[in-house]
């Protein structure tokens, strides 16, 4: 099982020295991957909830661009894999979003791993000018589109949200045939969506027995598109939290000692996941953490490795 760990972009203490100790810090405790996040903006008067008395309000009015951070950590970083958890496609050109997605796989020397999601905010898209509706269909050509630039010369697209006259793309990411791509979804259109015109799901905090269904779901899917579906992976968004305690019978998965939270890894494992990505913390909120133990928590974690 690979485990990886978010990077915290959120937030006044989201700065270069804290994201930088972070990155290497991960690094240097063997995790396989690190994650950003995608959030535009806060709206003083959200059409769509913020979580109620969370501290995730806070962040959003003070977060980095996902794709920025990972080139800052790119460069100073050399194995770990740079993903995203996960943007959202519809805010984006897709011919301008391959050539950042291009440049951070060639300058990480092909370490990127693209988690794309729908979103949830109308007043971000408001704010991007596009129209919620139709967003899925939105997305199949967004996908269409972003995977012939990455492997296809000369490109040329005429769909009904995007159109490319015929195009060179000389410049190709050094995964081949690009970078994996995995939706984030919960419904069965985006798992047939996942299974047709990605590489995986990309699920976040959902529990065992929806990860076996789902899961089932979009192998179904991919055997009737004619795809392999054990080359399909799932790349969970969860967190892992380390007690000396054990944790009650009805324990959040991934909550417990080591002894349990491995046992849920098998569990997992065979349930078809192949990545763990393990939430850390909120840094530098009033209720949230130092980078000291920021970093505390990622070494306690690394234990599972």
């Known amino acids: 099982m690979r485990i990886g760990v978010t990077l915290p ?5 989201a700065n270069p020295t804290n994201l930088s100790r972070i990155g290497k810090k991960a690094e240097a405790f063997g995790f396989h991957s690190l994650w950003t996040y995608d959030r535009l903006l806060y709206a003083v008067e959200p059409r769509n909830p913020y979580g109620g008395k969370t501290p995730w309000p806070e962040l959003f009015k003070h977060t980095a661009d996902p794709l920025d951070t990972l080139t800052f950590i790119a460069a100073q970083t ?8 996960v943007l959202n496609a519809p805010f984006y050109n897709p011919v301008l979003l391959a050539r950042r997605l291009t440049t951070i796989d060639v300058l990480s020397n092909g370490r990127l791993k ?20 139709q967003r899925g269909r939105r997305m199949d050509e967004f996908l269409t589109l972003l995977k012939a630039i990455w492997t296809e010369n000369p490109v040329s697209f005429d769909g009904d949200f995007y159109q490319l006259p015929s195009s060179l793309f000389l410049l190709k990411p050094v ?17 047939k969506r996942a299974a047709t015109l990605a590489d995986g799901w990309n699920p976040s905090g959902i529990g065992l027995e929806q990860i076996r269904t789902m899961g089932d779901q979009m192998r179904s899917f991919a055997a009737e598109a004619g ?16 007690s000396n305690t054990p944790g009650s019978e009805n324990r959040r998965l991934l909550r417990g000692t080591e002894e349990q939270v491995q046992a849920d890894l098998r569990a997992l494992a065979e349930a078809g996941v192949d990545e763990i990505i393990s939430g850390i ?12 133990e920021y970093v505390d928590r990622m070494e306690q974690i690394s234990q599972l490795l």
């Open 175 to 191: 995964q081949k045939p690009h970078p994996p791509i995995y939706l984030g979804t919960f419904n069965a259109r985006g798992l």
């Open 9 to 13: 972009i959120g937030g006044p203490e």
């Open 227 to 242: 795809r392999e579906p054990s080359e399909l992976a799932i790349v969970l968004r969860t967190s892992i939290q380390l």
């Open 114 to 133: 693209i988690g794309l999601g729908l979103g949830w905010s109308e007043d971000e898209y408001t704010a991007v000018g596009v129209p919620m509706k």
């Open 281 to 292: 913390g909120i840094l530098g909120t009033t209720d949230g953490l130092t980078v000291d």
């Open 78 to 85: 050399e194995k770990i894999a740079l993903g995203t958890s």
